[in-house]
C-alpha cells in the first residue's frame, strides 16, 4: 500500500536559518505529491503540490522537487521566520479519492 | 477559493450523547472526508463521500457514521460518543482527479466527558 514517512519533530531554528523537512514516499503508481501547513488553531492549507517526477512545486518561500529516483518531497525554504512556526504535512494521492499523509513535522522558529 | 465550513470550532459533549459534526462545500466537489487528527497519529480517515447517498469507510470507522444528502453537506454522527472519541475533526472535499489537492475546514475540537 502506499504510505507517507516524515522526519519526527519538533524542529527548532533561529529566524533566517535554512529550513529542510524529509519527506519519502511508497507508492504502487506515479502518484501526486502536496505539502500542507497547519497553523495553531487551524486546519491544514495546501502549500504546494508537484504532479510528475522533476517538477518543483513552490509558494511563500518553500520549495520542493519530486524525486521519483529517491522517491522524496523534501520540502526547503531558504529563510525561515517566525511566522512559519507551525506543522508541515507531507502527503500523496495516488488513484482513488483518498490522500496519504505523513504524521506532520511541528516546526519552531525562534528569534 | 474554495470554501469548507464547519459549524463548530468548540465542542464538549458528555459519554453517551449522539453527536452530529456538519460540514458545508461551496465549490460542488464531488468527494468529502472526515479525518480525526490526535498527537502523535496524524490525521486518520473516518470516512469519505464520493457521490450524494454514497460513503465509504476509512481506515477507523468505528463508532461513527456518515449522512450525505446533499452534494454540499457532509455530516459525521457520533452514536454514542464515548471519551477516546475527544479529538480534532477536520472536514475535507476535493475535485476528481489525481492532481486535485484536498480543501480542508478549520476542524472541530470535540472533547467528550
Known amino acids: 500500500g502506499n504510505s507517507v514517512t516524515q522526519m519526527e519533530g519538533p524542529v527548532t531554528l533561529s529566524e533566517e536559518a535554512f529550513l529542510t523537512i524529509n519527506c519519502t514516499y511508497t507508492?504502487?503508481?506515479?502518484?501526486?505529491l502536496f505539502w500542507y501547513v497547519q497553523y495553531p488553531g487551524e486546519g491544514l492549507q495546501l502549500l504546494l503540490k508537484a504532479t510528475k517526477a522533476d517538477d518543483k512545486g513552490s509558494n511563500k518561500g518553500f520549495e520542493a522537487t519530486y524525486r521519483k529516483e529517491t522517491t522524496s518531497f523534501h520540502l526547503e525554504k531558504g529563510s525561515v521566520q517566525v511566522s512559519d512556526s507551525a506543522v508541515y504535512f507531507c502527503?500523496?494521492?495516488?488513484?482513488?479519492?483518498?490522500?496519504?499523509f505523513g504524521t506532520g513535522t511541528q516546526l519552531k522558529v525562534e528569534l | 477559493d474554495v470554501k469548507v465550513t464547519q459549524s463548530s470550532r468548540y465542542l464538549v459533549k458528555r459519554t453517551g450523547e449522539k453527536v452530529f459534526l456538519e460540514c458545508v462545500q461551496d465549490?460542488?466537489?464531488?468527494?468529502m472526508f472526515w479525518y480525526r487528527q490526535d498527537p502523535g497519529l496524524g490525521l486518520r480517515l473516518i470516512y469519505f463521500?464520493?457521490?450524494?447517498?454514497?460513503?465509504e469507510k476509512g481506515d477507523i470507522p468505528e463508532g461513527y457514521s456518515v449522512s450525505r444528502e446533499k452534494k454540499e453537506r457532509f455530516s459525521l454522527i457520533l452514536e454514542s460518543a464515548s471519551t477516546n472519541q475527544t479529538s480534532m475533526y477536520l472536514c475535507a472535499s476535493r475535485a476528481p482527479g489525481n492532481n486535485s489537492p484536498l480543501h480542508f475546514g478549520n476542524g472541530t475540537r470535540l472533547t467528550v466527558t
Open positions: 502527503a500523496l494521492s495516488d488513484r482513488g479519492n483518498k490522500l496519504t
Open positions: 463521500s464520493y457521490d450524494v447517498k454514497m460513503k
Open positions: 507508492a504502487t503508481g506515479y502518484p501526486s
Open positions: 465549490m460542488d466537489h464531488e468527494n
